[in-house]
């Protein structure tokens, strides 16, 4: 039986939006606050092979804020799903980026899953890929 307790399904909305906030900052030490830091964390970046652990994933994100000037998410089409400590987020991201100088509009369609842990929801996994 799925959770949609409304405290719950705000919760998981608001772990989600701490992501973005992390990514259109560029900031390492935010995204690592939303992370689960374990060996079970899992990140495909679009294009990417996956990156499974959070050392290789801080890496990830290290290279594409190091290289970014400007990385900004609308978030739209938001489907949330709880069930148990686990709470799934997809959507499509409109991000609008400036990279090593060249500025781009673009779409993904995203996956983000999050744990409750004893500091609170953890992202898990973030699966994005081309489209939107």
Same mark, same amino acid.
């Given at each position: 039986m799925l959770n949609e307790e409304p405290e719950i399904v705000e919760e998981i909305r608001a772990a989600n939006?701490?992501?973005? +906030?992390?990514? #259109?900052?560029?900031?390492?030490?935010?995204?690592?606050?939303?992370?689960?830091?374990?060996?079970?964390?899992? @990140? &495909?970046?679009?294009?990417?092979?996956?990156?499974?652990?959070?050392?290789?994933?801080?890496?990830?994100?290290?290279?594409?804020? +190091?290289?970014? #000037?400007?990385?900004?998410?609308?978030?739209?089409?938001?489907?949330?799903?709880?069930?148990?400590?686990?709470? @799934? &987020?997809?959507?499509v991201e409109g991000v609008t980026s400036v990279v090593q100088g060249r500025a781009a509009n673009f779409s993904t369609f995203a996956t983000n899953i999050f744990a409750r842990t004893a500091d609170g929801w953890k992202m898990i996994a973030h699966h994005a890929s081309p489209g939107g």
């Amino acid at each position: 039986m799925l959770n949609e307790e409304p405290e719950i399904v705000e919760e998981i909305r608001a772990a989600n939006q701490r992501f973005y +906030d992390a990514f #259109n900052t560029l900031s390492i030490q935010r995204m690592e606050e939303v992370w689960e830091t374990s060996a079970r964390a899992l @990140c &495909v970046h679009p294009g990417w092979t996956p990156l499974v652990g959070w050392p290789i994933i801080r890496e990830s994100w290290e290279r594409i804020f +190091d290289n970014a #000037n400007l990385m900004q998410f609308s978030v739209r089409y938001l489907n949330l799903v709880v069930q148990g400590d686990f709470g @799934c &987020v997809t959507c499509v991201e409109g991000v609008t980026s400036v990279v090593q100088g060249r500025a781009a509009n673009f779409s993904t369609f995203a996956t983000n899953i999050f744990a409750r842990t004893a500091d609170g929801w953890k992202m898990i996994a973030h699966h994005a890929s081309p489209g939107g």
